[in-house]
């Protein structure tokens, strides 16, 4: 296989998911924030945040630039760890356990801009997050996301740096396609893209969503998460709201950074 970029190795991938869960549940509560804070040396960067995203469902994190969305969803996957309060993943408290452990209990997570390689193909990427994820079935997996991201099967052999930030961005999430996750953490998916590209990207979230995987989608435009079941606003690391956008029919108006 390809040589990984800057000696990087499986195990520090950012991709969407490194191990499979075998326990698939199927109802009640799938991830529980109860009073979550979090730091940065001395700055507080979340203030008692309190979600709850039942199984199966796709709920958002909508917030302008430093409101806190990323930390949270860093915390939730424990890739940052100056963190206290109540974190629960499908009945088991996970604020102890490392990132891996947390992995192997069925939650990844996609990074913005992370985890796609340049020296490795698109079929590459997908059978390592195959095997990573323990899959046996590689090929027959790999064979299925054809289905779902037939835009990939165009680039099948294209390499990771000649990729298009939507192409990277489709690679992803067919990345958490075929490692199964229970549930799939998405930092801002609309990050850099062009809103035509943007809304292609919504609408493989959404399908996902529609698979019964459990998805929490950090965004700054709530507009995106217009078919969320639930969203929350967050706001100098507080929840500050909760809506439906789904059975209200509207995402609400875009979040604007502070000038």
């Given at each position: 296989m390809s040589q990984f970029a800057d000696g990087e190795t499986p195990e520090e991938l ?174 801002e998916p609309s990050a850099g893209l062009a809103e035509s590209v943007t809304e292609s990207v919504f609408l493989m979230v959404e399908r996902l969503a529609q698979s019964n995987m ?46």
């Amino acid at each position: 296989m390809s040589q990984f970029a800057d000696g990087e190795t499986p195990e520090e991938l950012s991709f969407p998911a490194l191990c499979h869960s075998t326990n698939d549940g199927g109802e009640g509560e799938g991830l529980v924030l109860r009073n979550l804070s979090a730091w940065y040396g001395q700055a507080q960067a979340l203030w008692g945040a309190s979600i709850t995203v039942d199984y199966g469902q796709f709920v958002g994190i909508v917030g302008r630039n430093g409101a806190g969305k990323s930390t949270m969803l860093r915390v939730i996957s424990r890739l940052h760890t100056r963190a206290e309060g109540g974190l629960v993943l499908f009945g088991d408290e996970i604020m102890a356990l490392r990132p891996e452990e947390v992995a192997r209990r069925g939650l990844s997570m996609m990074r913005e801009g992370g985890g796609i390689f340049e020296a490795l193909s698109v079929e590459d990427h997908l059978m390592l997050a195959a095997r990573l994820a323990g899959q046996r079935q590689q090929s027959s997996d790999v064979d299925e996301v054809w289905e779902w991201f037939p835009m990939l099967q165009e680039r099948r052999d294209a390499k990771g740096g000649f990729l298009s930030g939507g192409q990277r961005k489709m690679l992803g999430l067919a990345m958490a396609f075929v490692s199964r996750p229970r549930c799939l953490l998405l930092d801002e998916p609309s990050a850099g893209l062009a809103e035509s590209v943007t809304e292609s990207v919504f609408l493989m979230v959404e399908r996902l969503a529609q698979s019964n995987m459990t998805l929490v989608v950090s965004e700054q435009d709530p507009r995106w998460l217009s078919e969320a079941d639930k969203m929350y606003e967050l706001d100098l690391g507080r929840v500050v709201n909760e809506t439906t956008p789904r059975t209200s029919g509207h995402g609400g108006e875009a979040v604007t950074s502070p000038s």
